[in-house]
């Protein structure tokens, strides 16, 4: 059983625009900061300590977490102070504060339905395999636009990326990591390689990453204003 989850929460949101500057993590989703959601959806899922990687107005979002932590989670913090590099570096910044154990690794501005993550956190695994949700759902063109796209065979995931084509599902930015990530990351930095994506190929070539579909469930990653409105919308319906 999986009980600790790495929360990533250093990027600026430059894609975000409101009239009131700030953090795009501590913008209310359904009544609340859309980082405390995720933390929470985290929690109901069954982990039980969340490591929150900071980066842009880390004090303020550290402020807000501690101010109304979610009942039941143990939280800590470490900072990125090169969160304007891509997510691969701010999951780096965590590898201390993980050591050796297995862990969740999720998206702050992402919401998903805490199902996923429960299954996945109890899922039988291969020594050093990785996983990863995955929507093989037909996806309108401006969602695949969107997305990181992956490519299958069968249940292990051979390619992953943005641009990729031909692509069988999306990745949703919910992973159960072991901690092979680490080495795998720095490995694609040595390339030149700084995101989270870079990481995942190098365990999908070694054939550690597996796909694990959603079926039904919902799940958005909140960019723009507009992603937030369909955000509340998708969470209303499922605890509506």
């Not at 807000?64 to 570096?89: C, K, S, T």
């Not at 993980?98 to 291969?126: I, K, Q, S, Y």
């Not at 050093?128 to 995931?157: H, K, Q, W, Y």
């Amino acid at each position: 059983m999986v009980n600790r989850a790495v929360i990533l929460a250093a990027g600026n949101g430059d894609r975000f625009q409101t009239s009131t500057p700030g953090s795009k993590l501590l913008q209310p989703l359904l009544g609340r900061p859309i980082l405390v959601r995720t933390l929470e959806a985290a929690r109901d899922a069954g982990i039980r300590r969340a490591t929150i990687v900071l980066g842009y107005q880390a004090e303020r979002v550290r402020a807000i977490v501690e101010a109304r932590p979610p009942h039941g989670l143990a939280v800590d913090f470490v900072v990125n102070p090169q969160w304007h590099l891509e997510n691969g570096v701010s999951a780096l910044a965590a590898r201390r504060a993980v050591g050796t154990e297995r862990f969740a690794l999720l998206m702050g501005d992402h919401v998903f339905e805490p199902t996923v993550l429960r299954r996945m956190l109890r899922l039988a695994v291969a020594p050093g395999e990785s996983l990863l949700a995955i929507d093989a759902r037909p996806a309108t063109p401006d969602r695949a636009d969107e997305a990181t796209r992956v490519r299958m065979n069968a249940t292990r995931i051979v390619a992953i990326g943005k641009n990729l084509r031909p692509f069988d599902a999306l990745d949703t930015g919910v992973f159960v990591f072991s901690p092979e990530l680490f080495d795998a990351l720095e490995c694609a930095q040595a390339l030149g390689d700084t995101t989270l994506s870079g990481g995942v190929r190098q365990l999908a070539a070694r054939g550690l990453m597996r796909g694990v579909e959603i079926g039904g469930a919902a799940w958005c990653d909140i960019d723009t204003v507009s992603d937030l409105a369909a955000a509340e919308s998708a969470l209303g319906a499922t605890t509506g």
